[in-house]
């Protein structure tokens, strides 16, 4: 049987991001590893253990569905469903024990079957907006949620 880099993308989000087993992360992604994404620092692989672990000491039941992946050559481009629960203050926004589910869409770049390079964008203001408790949102272009 043979593995592709998609097998290791969908073992790497349920190991990891559902079911918080960071200890198997380097079993999926590079010690030489790039994070590209905005917010994640340092651009590292400590970078990415220190957000990983901020999502799921922040939203309870992280889950992670694969709603679309595409593989080409060395690299997977998905769209993501991410959900939990918040139950740590985000963004500003108290902890109310909200639901919410969110589109993530990303690139990652692999290298003898490990993630070397990641480009990620999650939906911030929707999930701002599930999160939100009536506190009201103040939006960059001068509207108001």
Not at 66 to 89: F, N
């Amino acid at each position: 049987m043979t593995i592709s880099i998609s097998d290791v993308y969908r073992c790497y989000l349920r190991q990891i991001y559902n079911y918080g087993k960071m200890d198997s992360l380097t079993e999926y992604v590079a010690t030489r590893f790039v994070e590209h994404q905005k917010g994640v620092y340092p651009p590292t692989i400590e970078g990415l253990v220190t957000w990983i672990a901020a999502l799921h000491s922040t939203f309870s039941d992280l889950k992670i569905t694969i709603s679309e992946l595409v593989e080409t050559g060395d690299r997977i481009w998905s769209r993501l469903l991410m959900e939990g629960r918040q139950i740590k203050d985000f963004m500003g926004i108290e902890a109310a024990g909200k639901y919410f589910n969110i589109d993530v869409i990303e690139e990652c770049r692999f290298h003898d079957f490990r993630i070397v390079e990641h480009w990620g964008v999650f939906d911030r203001f929707a999930l701002l907006q599930q999160i939100n408790s009536g506190q009201k949102l103040v939006l960059p272009f001068g509207g108001v949620s």
